[in-house]
Every structure is written in structure tokens, then in C-alpha cells.
């Protein structure tokens, strides 16, 4: 258990290090929310309605981005063979990996989101973030499935957003859903929020056993 | 050879006991396809009435719903295969998963095609955002990016491991998938323009007529995707044998 929480607050220090990418991936966010409002035009009205939509792809792109760090660095400089010979349960290991990415590079695009939302004329700004707080983690977590099948292959960062993008389509699908409820009134216990967190439930669940079972082979 | 004891299973998995029934069954499926889709081309074509309220449009749907009903069919075949292969590391179920992947994308095309060449005179629209055309769209992603993980990783053992992984998380995440894409549909648009009456029978025939013909082309084509998988590995094996007598090993002949 230890050792787990060790590769934790490593992989999250190596993240908020310089170079570590943790801020790189909040600009890359603030970049595509701006060339979206290229693309919609700068009508109020109209980036209301789209503001949720923007906001969670860009954060589901500024989360792929990173992804590439969450097992392939460590497998290139030999650590990932010392760290799985090391845990006993491979399955936690990915937990552990899965949830120092969501809190190395999801976190940072999260606390920068109000301020996105706010120029995007948001108001109900709590069912925003709430939806992105609920359902992010499931794009770290389906995430570190395509990071643990791709990260021995060269040019593995193209592979994993066509390999893993169409499973994003619920958490997409849910997340801008709640969004859209949530400012329409709807509460914590509004359908979509609910399925949004089912779907986050469920990739914690698979990704784990995906996860572990591709690290076997890779590393075989 | 073989011993009696031998099971079904093991004994295909020898590839040259798999070639020697793959050549006997292979041009048994691609007639029996050929001739299935004369007699189904003559019903859907000739034969049945054009219908009521889409007018000969209508023919392009004999081509559309078998494919997707293939198109499933093929994710879950390539599934099964992967199971196979991935828990008995049996060879032949993963040259199977593998060469399923373009028969079931090329029949997840010809789904989308054929829809949105009916879609035009039906909807008025070549796409539209309907929840089971957004489901097979992102079907048809699924398939390559199985296959592109099949093309990015060179030693098939590996390759066939990964992938597998890869097939077994999108065939349990494709029914939530599903799910989300009707709720989301659902939530955009309420009017569903895929509800039809009861099938009438002049339709049904040539409908089943060209499914079988689409499966036992199916088969034919997967018989002869896996023996060129076989052959490419076996030239591959050799080429790696030939090398180092022939230009690592520079040695003088005898």
C-alpha cells in the first residue's frame, strides 16, 4: 500500500515538477476553449449554449495529451520493469498511475475551468464543474487502458486517442448532459449526472484488469 | 498425425490441418455466396414490389440491413475470437480476431453508405444524426482503431495479446456506448425517423435471402484473409530463417 502511494505523489510531483506538463496541459485547454470562440463567433448568447460542449472536449483533448506519461516515460528509463516486478498486485499499480494522472494533469484543467466557464458567459457554473468532476476521472481512468496497451510502440500518442476516443463518447455524452440538466435546475440526482458517475464507476473497475493484463504482455 | 484423443479445437490449430479444411470449405462458401446473392439480387432487384411510401429507394435497404446486422455480427465474432485466443492462446483464434477486423470494417462502410445513399431520398439529408447511425459511425472507429493496433505492434504473438485486450474493452463498452448515443438522441431530437411497420413479406425474402449471402461471403472472405495471414507469417518465419546464413554470416562456400 505504501509503495502505491509512493508512485502516486512521485507521478504527481513529476507532473507539477517544470517540464512535468501539469501547466502546459491548462494552456493547451485555455488554447482550444479560444479556437473554439474562433470557430462560434463571439456572440454571448450563443457560447452559452455552447460553453459545456467546449469545455469538456477540450478538456477530454488536454487530458490525452498527457496521457503518454503515465507509463511511457517510465517504461523507456527501465523503472516500469522494477515497478511491476515490485507490486504485487499489478492491478493497484495501474490505479495508482490512473489516479496520479487524473490529479497531475485533469486537476489543473479543473481549477482553471471556472474561469474559462465565466468567459464563456456560463452561469450555472456548478453543474459544470460538478459534471467534470464526476466524470474525469473516467477519462484518466480509459485513459491509462490505452496508455498500458501502446506505451512500448513509437508514435503511440496518435494510437491511443483513435484506439480509446470512441469509448469517451458516454462520458462526452453524460458530461455535457449533466451540464445541460444542471442548468436547467436539475439536481445532484438528475439522470445524467447519475449515469456520467456510473460510467466513472464502471472504468474504475475495468480499467485496472484491462490495464494490468496489457502491462503483462507489453512487459513479457 | 492427429490422435484420436485430439478435440476439435486442438487439432485446427495446427495451421496445415486449419488450411487443409479451409480448402475444402472456402469455395463451398464463396459459391454457395455467389449463388445466394443471384437468387437475392433477382428478388430485390425484380421481384419484389417497389414500396408503398419510399418507391424503388426502397431496393437499397437490401443491401443496407443485412450489412448491419454483419457489422455487429463481426465485432462480436471478433470478441469471441479474442476470448479464444487471449484465454487458450489458441494461434488460429487470433489470426481469426485478426482477420475479421476488415470484413467487419468494410461491412460497417458498406452500412453507412448504403444509409446514406437512403437517407438522401428518405430523410432528405445524406447524414443525419439519428442515434443508430451515430452508433455504427463510432462502430466503424472501433474497427480501425483495432486494426491499427494490429499494424502498430510487429510481433503477433504481442499483437495479438494487446489486441485482443483492446476488442474484449470495446465489446463490453459498446452496449453502454449504445445506451449513451439513444439517451443522447433521445435528449436532441424526440422524432425517430427509423420506426417502420410490420415487414411485409415480399420485402422479408429478399432481405434474408442476401443475409445469408452476406454471411457465407463472410466466411469465404474470412477463410481466405486467414490463409494470407498464415502465408505472410510463414514467409515472414523464413525470411528471418534465410537471414543469417545468407547476408549476416558472410561465409566463403565450401
Known sequence: MSALVSVFSRDVELAFRAGGGAAQGAVFFGLVTVMFVFGTGPEPGALARVAAPILWTGALLASLLSLDRVFQADFEDGSLDILVQRTETLEFLVLAKAFAHWVGAVLPLLVITPVLAAMLNVEAMWPLLASLLVGSPALSLIGAIGAALTFPLRRANVLVTILIGPLFAPVVIFGTGAAADGALGAGFGAPPLMLLAAVSLFSLIVAPLAGAAAIRFNLQ | ?254
Open chain 2, 1 to 254: 498425425m492427429t490422435t484420436q484423443q485430439t478435440s476439435f479445437w486442438t487439432r485446427y490449430a495446427n495451421p496445415a490441418a486449419f488450411q487443409r479444411l479451409s480448402a475444402r470449405i472456402a469455395p463451398l462458401a464463396g459459391g454457395g455466396a455467389v449463388a445466394l446473392f443471384a437468387v437475392g439480387l433477382y428478388f430485390a432487384l425484380i421481384g419484389s414490389p417497389a414500396a408503398r411510401d419510399h418507391g424503388e429507394a426502397v431496393r437499397i435497404l437490401y443491401a443496407h440491413v443485412p450489412a448491419a446486422w454483419m457489422s455487429l455480427a463481426c465485432y462480436t465474432y471478433m470478441a469471441a475470437a479474442s476470448l479464444v485466443g487471449f484465454v487458450w492462446k489458441h494461434p488460429l483464434a487470433d489470426v481469426a480476431a485478426k482477420s475479421i477486423a476488415p470484413i467487419g470494417a468494410t461491412f460497417t462502410a458498406l452500412t453507412l453508405i448504403t444509409g446514406s445513399l437512403w437517407g438522401k431520398p428518405g430523410w432528405g439529408a445524406w447524414w443525419v444524426w439519428d442515434a443508430r447511425v451515430t452508433s455504427v459511425l463510432i462502430l466503424f472507429f472501433m474497427y480501425l482503431g483495432y486494426m491499427a493496433l494490429w499494424n502498430a505492434i510487429e510481433e503477433p504473438t504481442r499483437a495479438a495479446r494487446i489486441a485482443a485486450i483492446a476488442c474484449l474493452v470495446g465489446f463490453i463498452n459498446i452496449p453502454i456506448i449504445k445506451f449513451s448515443v439513444d439517451w443522447w438522441n433521445t435528449l436532441h431530437q424526440p422524432a425517430s425517423f427509423t420506426k417502420q411497420g410490420a415487414v411485409d413479406g415480399a420485402i422479408a425474402l429478399p432481405t434474408w435471402l442476401l443475409f445469408s449471402a452476406y454471411v457465407l461471403a463472410f466466411f469465404w472472405m474470412l477463410l481466405v484473409n486467414m490463409n494470407a495471414e498464415l502465408a505472410e507469417r510463414r514467409a515472414a518465419r523464413l525470411e528471418a530463417g534465410a537471414r543469417p546464413t545468407s547476408t549476416l554470416v558472410a561465409e566463403p562456400a565450401e
